[in-house]
Nanobody, 122 residues
Framework: QLQASGGGLVQAGGSLRLSCVASGRSIRQYVMGWFRQAPGKEREFVATINRSGVNIRYADSVKGRFTISRDNAKNTGYLQMDSLRPEDTALYYC?????????????????WGQGTQVTVSS
C-alpha cells in the first residue's frame, strides 16, 4: 500500500515536497514513479527512480524544477517540486512496480497511492 502526502496550495514560484510512504512491504526492490492528472486531462508521467536511486527520468515539463528521490531505509519516496507553475496544478500520484530499471508508462505500474492535490495559484 502506498500513501501519498504533502500536497497543498502554493503560489507560483513556490515549492512543495511530496512524500510516498509504503507499508506492508519493503520498497527496496521496487521502481517508484510519480504521475499527475489535471481536470479533464489524462494521467501523465512526471518522474521515475530505480531501486538504487541511480537511474532517474523526468518529463520534459518538469526537468530542472522537480527532483525525485527515495529513502529505502524509511520505505519512502519523495518528489521535491520547486519553481511551481499554475500548469503544475493536478492530483499527484505515486506508484511502484517490482524490479525493472525505470518505468514511464503508467500501465506498467502495479501499485498506486491515493493521490495528493497540488494547486498552484498565479
Amino acid at each position: 500500500q502506498l500513501q501519498a502526502s504533502g500536497g497543498g496550495l502554493v503560489q507560483a514560484g513556490g515549492s512543495l515536497r511530496l512524500s510516498c510512504v509504503a507499508s506492508g512491504r519493503s520498497i527496496r526492490q521496487y521502481v517508484m514513479g510519480w504521475f499527475r492528472q489535471a481536470p479533464g486531462k489524462e494521467r501523465e508521467f512526471v518522474a521515475t527512480i530505480n531501486r538504487s536511486g541511480v537511474n532517474i527520468r523526468y518529463a520534459d515539463s518538469v526537468k530542472g524544477r522537480f527532483t525525485i528521490s527515495r529513502d529505502n531505509a524509511k520505505n519512502t519516496g519523495y518528489l521535491q517540486m520547486d519553481s511551481l507553475r499554475p500548469e503544475d496544478t493536478a492530483l499527484y500520484y505515486c506508484a511502484a512496480v517490482y524490479g525493472v530499471p525505470t518505468v514511464v508508462d503508467a500501465s506498467d505500474y502495479s501499485y498506486w497511492g491515493q493521490g495528493t492535490q497540488v494547486t498552484v495559484s498565479s
